[in-house]
């Protein structure tokens, strides 16, 4: 028997910008036409973002390319939309030389995302989220995928764009309550890497809340400058990059198990109110930073218990599932302190006994 | 406006062995349980393996999970079949843990590489091709992907496997006409990149044919040689891989316009006696060397002509969707000796106007 080894050389690193401002969209396909000049330019959004005008005043009076997904939202988000954009690219004659240019909140930036990545095996793409979430999270970090009709995420890759552009403007036309939940995502951040954000975030809550430009811009700073502090150091999540599942896996089960009667933002909520009574359970807690903790959540209007009618069994049965579940059970993200994720034994995610799990759920559901 | 950087470092080299020998498909379980103990094992093939016994002489009486796609070939070769494979693993309650073990032709080859490179943003894969085509060409180098209803592998990724394991004794219950069709890539291999290859290949075209084990196994070592350094040296194609699709663009186009009547290497032989005629009028070819690759060709019982009833416009139609077009037109790998691929002004694919492709392919048609 012979043996032969291919080598394949560590591709070059794949670093890319991230632009912050307020009211810049109109000036970004400029900018797209300057930086990327010999790529074809496909715009994926949907129709919300096309019925508030934003998609108008990206590409202006411009012939452009488009696919808008419709009905927007994470009903949306199948494979079977993954094909429509693809051979939407197709019949216009896209080949590798495209760039996908996603608009839109973090359901378009996904699908956009892995379209880009599967499109004739890979074509460029660029991110502009609009929404908090997305803004805040999904749009930093390559990671794509759509759901499967048994689980969310199912497919997907991790795939980096070339740029990310965003616009704090955009975020005027959310809906509020969309809006409001998407900071969860900042809290989430401020809560395992920045207590200054943190302070910030209390500070500043009700400016936030009224949308003020230049504290929705320095929102957006520390956001990706956390977000992407982590994805550097940890690109495919396989240690480090666990920290920003902090508040998720109950808030995952949570969402599946209202069937996304609860927003994410809201479902993170109560699981971040479940890592903290899990943390005071295992001696990691502390009453007056739980106290605060809840009061920010409160001032953003979320939820702090699980809602009526829930049923726990099938929380720990989604549990179970979780993508990071080995022998059917996820290790868990908690804090040690605002502005520190709990690092023992060389790992960020920590083992937690399913008793401990659903003594946390009964108390949320009181 | 506010600028940072994401700095994605480096992917780590994605190296990986070749395993080649004869009569060893029995023990390559017990080499995957070894190499990679931990990983979940999940069997990817078709009908006609499990028919002619390769499934069962692969997993013996073990329990595996795995999805046989049914019918075998092109016709199978769609994003719904990848759909219900990565579906098949869920219902398993595969995880990130998991290794795709592909057992067959190309097809299988490109379908369980995509469908790992894509199931939960990317489990391991490793390859065991069974066809002339696979072992020669399709299971090293990564490529991977499905055709839309448009085009071929309209979806697909760079995705390397773990390992690969070729037993040529696989071949010889490999259809007649597939085998002789799939040693086309094998005579370009020779023809871009080693002379005495293709010597070995005049000298020995009958113990070939009569499929002699060793002379077999000295093939899949040569193709692998070839292919892998190709391969190293250009793993994501910006320029020098190219050099493998010599043939392949009238080829694929052929193949296509022919409904997929024509095997892949029948449609390549056209292929290549095309680029032949191509590179004669630019200056590039040779009388003598033009005949030794017609009767290599016919040796194998390959087509050297388009056959009557194929349209030309159809033909020049799917070249302008070719995934390596650039403004609607291909560039095109020619050879300016045998063993040696043309570079010329730093690029190993070349401008061809597109009156000189309409004219190659009245000469092909008669």
């Given at each position: 028997m012979n043996k032969l080894k291919v080598k394949i050389p560590a591709t070059a690193d794949g670093s890319y910008p991230i632009h912050i401002g307020s009211g810049t969209l109109s000036g970004i396909w400029g900018e797209l036409e300057k930086d990327f000049p010999k790529l074809r330019k496909f715009v994926v959004t949907d129709s919300n973002l096309k019925k508030c005008g934003h998609v108008k005043t990206l590409i202006g009076d411009k012939k452009v390319c488009s696919y808008v997904i419709d009905?927007?939202?994470?009903?949306?988000?199948?494979i079977e939309t993954v094909v429509k954009i693809v051979e939407s690219m197709e019949k216009e004659f896209f080949g590798r030389d495209s760039m996908v240019v996603a608009l839109g909140g973090g359901t378009v930036g996904d699908m956009a995302g892995f379209a880009a990545a599967i499109f004739k095996r890979g074509v460029k793409v660029v991110q502009i989220p609009t929404t908090t979430v997305a803004q805040a999270?999904?749009?930093?970090?390559g990671k794509t995928g759509v759901d499967s009709t048994i689980s969310k995420n199912a497919f997907g890759a991790f795939y980096m764009p070339e740029a990310v552009y965003i616009?704090?403007?955009?975020?005027?036309?959310?809906?509020d309550v969309q809006y409001r939940a998407g900071l969860v995502e900042s809290v989430k951040h401020a809560l395992i890497a920045d207590a200054k954000y943190f302070d910030f975030l209390e500070k500043n809550i009700q400016a936030v809340l009224d949308k003020e430009p230049a504290v929705l811009e320095k929102l957006a700073f520390w956001n990706c400058t956390i977000k992407a502090n982590v994805v550097e150091n940890d690109p495919t999540e396989?240690?480090?990059?666990?920290?920003?599942?902090f508040g998720h896996t109950i808030g995952h089960a949570v969402e599946s198990a209202s069937n996304f009667d609860l927003l994410h933002g809201e479902a993170v909520s109560i699981g971040i109110v479940g890592a903290e009574l899990i943390a005071q359970e295992l001696g990691f807690g502390d009453e007056k930073r739980f106290e605060r903790i809840k009061n920010l959540l409160e001032s953003l209007s979320m939820p702090l218990c699980i809602p009526k009618g829930l049923d726990k069994e099938k929380i720990i049965d989604i549990i179970k599932r979780d993508?990071?579940?080995v022998d059917l059970w996820p290790n868990f993200v908690l804090i040690e302190d605002i502005g520190k994720a709990l690092f023992r034994d060389g790992q960020w995610a920590h083992k937690v006994d399913k008793k401990l799990i659903e003594e946390t759920l009964d108390k949320l559901t009181d």
């Open positions: 009905p927007a939202g994470e009903v949306s988000k199948t999270d999904s749009s930093v970090g616009d704090v403007a955009t975020l005027k036309t959310l809906d396989k240690n480090m990059r666990r920290i920003l599942n993508k990071k579940a």
